[in-house]
């Protein structure tokens, strides 16, 4: 049907809205805002090229297209249907999915995009200028869409990425760690404010980390009741992420046969970090390059901190609502690296780097959080 034969003051059956907000979703096959239904058709096995223009059955109010998409739906198994709808002078075909949404005792029929399940279409009756306005603004966004450059998928070698660019290709590179709120805190800046004020600690103490993101995190309390775990309480907490300085340098620490050391001594910040505070010359820590980056770190008031030990993390992970750091079990590290040497085994950690670090080593596997000078 041609505009100038349309009665203007004739209301329409028309695509009101779609639920779909996302306007770069949208594409000329799906149903659009403006869209003017002047037909249905059942599926039953028809493509766009042979259904034919008897098979719709015309449509004059909102209220007959949800009854005879809800008689489709009741006989249709697969639940699509044809759309017959005019866009301006065009007549276009839509192959469309039946939905129902069910509002206190009815239920609504209406349909969305094949392609999409979010794109749900709001029917409603409006005159002629109402659907022509609504067609002239889905034209100009599915034009804005089309104006951009198509997209094509490529290949990417994650495997060799990750090997390559991480640290440790079974860790990732961010780390993070959770404030919980104390008893007495009942807003977010109070427990904002400590969360800096650990993070400022660990920076003026010599731990080289870099602020990434900081964010509110909701956590549900949960109670056992019957066996059954039951939400009790809601409470947001503040979740601090944070990079290893500029880069995680690994370090292989290689004993010889006449060795029972591997010549560090470890010790715990108060915010909770790993850091070595002495290194025996000419053991395998001292090879390996820690003797010289230590003797630096002192000279600059920094701290070497280790970040993994054996590819997990031994960072701080947690403030709880006592105000406890969770951290790594010193006992833990010491017995990690006496079972190495009992065994005579290499092992292997991470250090923090600061930005003037002087890379004692350039191991395959250096994650470097900056660009290329």
């Known amino acids: 049907m041609k505009t100038s034969e349309t009665n203007l003051s004739q209301t329409l059956v028309c695509v009101k809205q779609v639920k779909q907000e996302a306007v770069e979703e949208w594409d000329e096959e799906m149903p659009l805002p403006g869209d003017i239904i002047e037909g249905i058709a059942a599926s039953d096995g028809c493509t766009v090229d042979n259904v034919e223009d008897k098979l719709f059955v015309p449509t004059k109010g909102k209220s007959e297209v949800r009854s005879l998409l809800g008689r489709?739906?009741?006989?249709?198994?697969?639940?699509?249907?044809?759309?017959?709808?005019?866009?301006?002078?065009?007549?276009?075909?839509?192959?469309?999915?039946?939905?129902?949404?069910?509002?206190?005792?009815?239920?609504?029929?209406?349909?969305?995009?094949?392609?999409?399940?979010?794109?749900?279409?709001?029917?409603?009756?409006?005159?002629?200028?109402?659907?022509?306005?609504?067609?002239?603004?889905?034209r100009r966004a599915v034009n804005v869409v089309s104006r951009r450059f198509s997209q094509e998928a490529i290949k990417y070698d994650w495997r060799?990425?990750?090997?390559?660019?991480?640290?440790?290709?079974?860790?990732t590179?961010?780390?993070?760690?959770?404030?919980?709120?104390?008893?007495?805190?009942?807003d977010i800046d109070s427990i904002t404010i400590r969360t800096m004020a650990w993070f400022s600690a660990a920076v003026s103490s010599g731990t080289p980390i870099v602020f990434v993101n900081i964010q509110t995190e909701q956590i549900v309390s949960l109670e056992k009741c019957n066996s059954t775990k039951?939400?009790?309480?809601?409470?947001?907490?503040?979740r601090l992420w944070f990079l290893p300085g500029t880069?995680?340098?690994?370090?292989?620490?290689?004993?010889?046969?006449?060795?029972?050391?591997?010549?560090?001594d470890v010790k715990r910040t108060e915010e909770g970090f790993m850091c070595l505070?002495?290194?025996?010359?000419?053991?395998?820590?001292?090879?390996?390059?820690?003797?010289?980056?230590?003797?630096?770190?002192?000279?600059?008031?920094?701290e070497v901190v280790i970040s993994r030990l054996e590819g997990k993390s031994v960072m701080p992970t947690m403030v709880?609502?006592?105000?406890?750091?969770?951290?790594?079990?010193?006992?833990?590290?010491r017995d990690t690296l006496v079972g190495a040497i009992d065994q005579l085994e290499t092992i292997r950690l991470h250090i923090m780097s600061w930005p003037m670090t002087t890379m004692i080593t350039q191991p395959v596997g250096v994650a470097s959080l900056r660009p290329p000078m």
């Open 277 to 302: 505070y002495a290194v025996t010359k000419g053991s395998a820590a001292d090879r390996a390059g820690l003797g010289r980056l230590f003797e630096n770190a002192n000279k600059t008031g920094h």
């Open 320 to 333: 709880s609502s006592n105000g406890l750091i969770h951290c790594c079990d010193h006992g833990d590290i």
């Open 173 to 186: 590179v961010v780390n993070s760690i959770l404030f919980m709120p104390l008893p007495c805190e009942h």
């Open 72 to 138: 489709i739906n009741k006989r249709n198994a697969d639940a699509f249907v044809w759309l017959k709808v005019r866009r301006g002078d065009q007549i276009v075909n839509l192959r469309v999915c039946i939905v129902q949404e069910k509002r206190f005792l009815h239920r609504n029929f209406s349909f969305r995009a094949v392609s999409n399940d979010k794109h749900v279409a709001v029917l409603d009756d409006l005159d002629f200028d109402q659907c022509t306005e609504l067609q002239e603004r889905s």
């Open 230 to 238: 039951i939400p009790t309480q809601i409470v947001h907490g503040i």
């Open 160 to 171: 060799r990425k990750v090997a390559t660019y991480l640290p440790d290709h079974r860790s």
């Open 247 to 264: 880069a995680e340098i690994p370090i292989e620490l290689i004993p010889e046969p006449t060795e029972n050391r591997f010549g560090i």
